[in-house]
């Protein structure tokens, strides 16, 4: 026999009689045994369940996402959205209150502090999810192989060197240890070590490191599991084991490294600070491509973590900054680096490139300056990008065209050109250099053609309104927003009807007022510190943009997994309840400011 309802805890503390005595009436007892499924994604969820004994779990994918224990509510969520976003089981014997789908949606109806708990609740479980989803990548990470952690590549100095010559060479070199060779056997020295050779009589520079060196060294297979490494550094208490091939009989092989704790943890616990590494340690474009290969795998690991596509954004940004730079400086003379501009641009520039979806990249080089074999660098620099998995841009807006790649001067004709000249491209192209940034050479000469698209364009209304207008060019279909709301829509294009409208328009207002920044939501809080936007739209159009990025990020996501091209094609269909109604309001909120841009820029009168 269950205990009665209790209305002495939230979120039922707070009913009104009558509402208690619905819950009393409509509420049923019931039990699971253990590891009963209750809810799947493929069952209609028509109950929530206030549990009494037991404990219930949800996975999604194969991954636990929640738990819950006596006392909580469990599968509101999917009560409200009609459906379970996983598998919802008993873990042990359950006892639970079955509280029925229309009960519960008329508590949250007439209940202001009964709907603020359950969705303060369903946040709760959410954030619960995103630290459970930190652990899984923790342990996700530990599964991986030592080979795609940092591996130190193995830096050898000779047994009978002297320590003070062998601790000059450590630090020419930046290392904290060296391997040691003396005859067949194969040591290491470490600064630990140092420290405790300086107890001897004999001074460092009269001793050999061979005397202070430890040759029962421990090491480990590339292809073992990282626990392994780490559990072989817990049991025999070192800091470093040598990675090194296993032959066909166990034997050992070639010593590919050191691979050390404070390596091994920095790719556990910061995957990112890993990359960033890597990226300023390459020693050759080969390595720099390891790095850039890894950087979609962070994206994934970030966005299963329930990480904000905001942060996921940033991070992206600075790494593909650093990468682009170190890119061009492997491959450009340091006379061309010196005399010229790398940017990168749209998207890229704005910083709301996640994954690799094209390159926007362009070089400015001074006036009077020339390079011999300039065309032939400039098509390495873009194929070395292809292979490193950022494919070639549909439009050819790489520096390996010669549109994209000229002095200054000739530049600005050009934007000349793509101001007054009546090119079919050239608002488009405009709009793309707007979103540039400066990767490496002398800023100053971005910094000069963007003045002069600036001056340009002082008190020309009439053309600010004609490139405004783009943001209002993509239409939606007759009776588009009636069939959306019954989700029997086609597929529609995410870019075309949802982000770009916001960013061109934002993009449009910032040119308007000569802000120099570059992301659309720093353009946004710009405007509004200026007093040419709202706030509250400000915040909305934030708001939207950061769900319609973090949508098609999810979207893209799971094409990669499946094996399909990236696209931006998203069906209403496929979406879950929640996530529906979030996208209408998105795309309210862009229909909204669309029309602001019409009013403002008068746009009907075009």
Sequence with gaps: MLPPLSFATAPFDGLTPAEQALLRASAEPVRFA???????????????????????????????????????????????????????????????????????QALIAGNAGFSAWLFGDVSRRLAASSRGREQREFLGLMM?????????????????????????????????????????????????DLRDALLRAQPPSELAVREVARFELISIAPDAEVFEALLLMLRHRVHRVLVRERGADGSDGAILGVLSQLDLMSFVSNHSHLIALQIQQAADVAELRAAALQMDGLVALLQGGGIRIEIICSLVRELNRQLFARLWEMLAPPELVANSCLIVMGSEGRGEQVLKTDQDNALLLRDGFELLGLAALTERFSAALI???????????????????????????????????????????????????????????????????????????????????????????????ARLAGRDEPAFDLKKLGTFPIVHGVRALALQYRIGELGTVA?????????????????????ALHFLMALKLDHNLRQRRAGQALDNLVTPTALGTLEGDRLKDALAIVRRFRQFLRQHYRLDAL
């Excluded at 991954?63 to 873990?91: M, N, T």
């Excluded at 003070?164 to 240890?177: I, P, R, Y």
């Excluded at 709009?431 to 940034?437: C, G, M, R, V, Y």
């Design 523 to 543: 353009r946004l809080r710009a405007l509004v510190a200026g007093g040419h936007l709202a706030g509250s739209l400000a915040r909305d159009l934030t708001d």
């Design 144 to 192: 991986a192989r030592v080979r795609d952690a940092y591996v130190r590549k193995p830096f050898y100095v000779d047994g009978a060197l002297d320590l003070v010559s062998v601790c000059a060479l450590m630090h020419e070199q930046g290392l904290s240890n060296a391997l040691v060779r003396d005859g067949e056997r194969i040591g290491m020295f470490t600064t630990t």
């Design 387 to 481: 292979d490193f998995g950022y494919p070639r841009c549909p439009g050819n807006i790489m520096l390996s065209n010669p549109l994209w790649c000229q002095p200054l001067a000739a530049f600005r004709q050009t934007l000349r050109g793509w101001l007054y000249g009546g090119h079919t491209d050239g608002a488009m192209n405009l709009a793309i250099f707007l979103d540039a940034a400066a990767v490496a050479g002398d800023a100053g000469l971005l910094q000069q053609a963007r003045r002069f698209v600036d001056e340009a364009l002082a008190d020309n209304d009439a053309y600010l309104a004609r490139f405004a207008s783009a943001a209002d060019q993509f239409a939606e279909p007759a009776g588009w927003w």
């Design 34 to 104: 253990r590891e009963a499924v209750l809810l799947t994604p493929q069952m209609r969820a028509e109950h929530a369940w206030l549990l009494v004994e037991g404990h219930v779990q949800l996975v999604e994918a194969g991954e636990l996402v929640a738990s819950y224990a006596p006392g909580d509510v469990c599968a509101a969520r999917a009560v409200l959205a009609g459906r379970a976003s996983g598998v919802l089981s008993a873990l042990d014997a359950v006892v639970a209150w079955q509280i029925p789908r229309a009960t519960l």
